[in-house]
C-alpha cells in the first residue's frame, strides 16, 4: 500500500526524504545553493574550500556564541588551532531569510599543516561548475535599498 505525501495523489513513501524533512521542519534552517548564497551574503564574504587548511580561533568564536564561554585556567588552549575544513554547509535561517555557513573542521597535527597556494582554486570556479537556475526569497530590509532607491544582486 502507497502513502499518500498529503498532495492529490499517492506516490510511494520515502523514508529517506521524510526523515529529512522532519529535520528541516525541527532544525528550521534550509540548506541554499552555493553559488545563491554567495549572491546573497555578498561579494565581500569569502569561504574556503572544503579540504582547505585553516586556522580556527577558540577565542573568536567565544566572542560570538550566544553563550558565555569559559576556558579554564588549567587547560592551556592554543590561541590558533590548525584545522582542515572537512564539509560545508551553506545555510539560511528559519525566520529572519539570513544566509550562514556551517563549517565542519578536523584538527590538524602539527606536522600535517601546510598552507600552499598552489592547489587552491577558488570560489570562482565554483559559478563555472552549474548553469542550473535557481532561485531564493529574502524579505528586503530597509538596507537592502538604501542605496539609491534600487535592489541589486551582482
Given at each position: 500500500m502507497a502513502r499518500t505525501n498529503g498532495c492529490s495523489g499517492t506516490r510511494p513513501y520515502n523514508k529517506k526524504k521524510?526523515?529529512?524533512?522532519?529535520k528541516m521542519l525541527i532544525d528550521g534552517?534550509?540548506?541554499?545553493?552555493?553559488?545563491?548564497?554567495?549572491?546573497?551574503a555578498g561579494g565581500m564574504v569569502q569561504i574556503p574550500e572544503v579540504n582547505s587548511n585553516i586556522f580556527y580561533f577558540p577565542q573568536?568564536?567565544?566572542?560570538?556564541?550566544?553563550?558565555?564561554?569559559?576556558?579554564?585556567?588549567?587547560?592551556?588552549?592554543?590561541?590558533?588551532?590548525?584545522?582542515?575544513?572537512a564539509a560545508i554547509h551553506y545555510r539560511d535561517g528559519p525566520h529572519t531569510y539570513e544566509v550562514y555557513a556551517k563549517l565542519r573542521l578536523v584538527p590538524l597535527h602539527v606536522r600535517e599543516v601546510s598552507f600552499d597556494d598552489d592547489d587552491v582554486s577558488g570560489i570562482d570556479n565554483m559559478f563555472e561548475t552549474k548553469n542550473k537556475c535557481q532561485s531564493y526569497m529574502k524579505i528586503l530590509t530597509p538596507s537592502d535599498a538604501n542605496n539609491g532607491g534600487g535592489f541589486s544582486c551582482p
Open positions: 521524510d526523515k529529512e524533512l522532519k534552517n534550509r540548506d541554499v545553493d552555493p553559488q545563491l548564497w554567495h549572491v546573497v573568536g568564536h567565544a566572542e560570538h556564541a550566544y553563550q558565555l564561554v569559559h576556558f579554564p585556567a588549567a587547560f592551556k588552549n592554543p590561541s590558533q588551532i590548525p584545522c582542515r575544513v
